[in-house]
């Protein structure tokens, strides 16, 4: 299944009970997966590096139901081969999902419930079908993909890049997430790039005080207009 001469991949470690995040993945321009243990089935989101030392990790630990991916910059060559060998969904928001056509996928337009306290959330403008997933425990997770990443500094900010779909649509998703949260239902976020800046921690901390004191104004101001 795999090629001999693969690297294997270090094994994600664990950020929270329940919780592992992988190292960057190099088919997905460096982009993190993380992998959730869940009663109703575990989750993958976006997509690790795929070799036969993360198919033996994830199956030693029950398996997955569901690859979640948060935008198109989360998938990997790998996603047909995970998806047979896992047996599992994949679930990608509908303007994503012409990106697979060799997929089963399960897609979605604004959002989708994975089980009780997991959900999906259309978060377009990094990408069309950019989204968001949310996990209820712990006071909230949010997997942002690269929605939502860290800056040069370590700050949680969106940033308008070289790929950036539509800037301005972002800031108003980036609006919408900090509508609809609170400090008592977002306490992390678990970012889909820029991970280096997380090394030590492995996730960002004080998510919804980060995320309510981001100056969106100056961001649409500073910007180039799209």
């Known amino acids: 299944m795999f090629q001999k001469t693969?690297?294997?991949s270090k094994l994600?470690?664990?950020?929270?009970?329940?919780?592992?995040?992988?190292?960057?993945n190099k088919d997905t321009l460096g982009g993190a997966a993380y992998f959730i243990l869940e009663k109703t089935g575990n989750i993958l989101v976006d997509c690790p590096e795929w070799n036969?030392?993360?198919e033996d990790f994830l199956q030693q630990h029950g398996g997955v139901r569901c690859l979640?991916?948060?935008?198109?910059?989360?998938?990997?060559r790998s996603v047909k081969s995970l998806q047979k060998t896992l047996k599992c969904l994949v679930v990608?928001?509908?303007?994503?999902?012409?990106?697979?056509?060799?997929?089963?996928?399960?897609?979605?337009?604004?959002?989708?419930f994975l089980s009780p306290g997991i959900k999906g959330v259309w978060t377009p403008g990094h990408s069309p079908g950019s989204s968001c997933l949310y996990w209820s425990f712990y006071g909230g997770i949010l997997f942002t993909g690269r929605h939502l990443?860290?800056?040069?500094?370590?700050?949680?900010t969106p940033l308008q890049l070289a790929k950036t779909f539509h800037w301005l649509r972002q800031l108003k998703s980036v609006q919408m997430l900090r509508d609809y949260f609170n400090s008592g239902s977002l306490t992390?976020?678990?970012p889909g790039a820029n991970i280096e800046f997380l090394l030590e921690k492995g996730l960002i901390d004080r998510a919804y005080e980060q995320l309510y004191t981001l100056n969106l104004d100056n961001l649409r101001k500073?910007?180039?207009i799209q």
């Open 6 to 8: 693969a690297r294997l």
């Open 12 to 24: 994600p470690r664990q950020l929270l009970e329940g919780l592992f995040a992988f190292p960057s």
């Open 52 to 54: 036969q030392q993360v």
């Open 68 to 76: 979640f991916i948060t935008h198109r910059g989360g998938m990997s």
């Open 92 to 112: 990608i928001q509908e303007q994503e999902a012409y990106l697979l056509p060799e997929v089963n996928v399960t897609s979605f337009e604004e959002e989708i």
């Open 149 to 156: 990443l860290c800056d040069s500094s370590g700050t949680l």
């Open 188 to 190: 992390y976020i678990c």
């Open 222 to 224: 500073n910007s180039v």
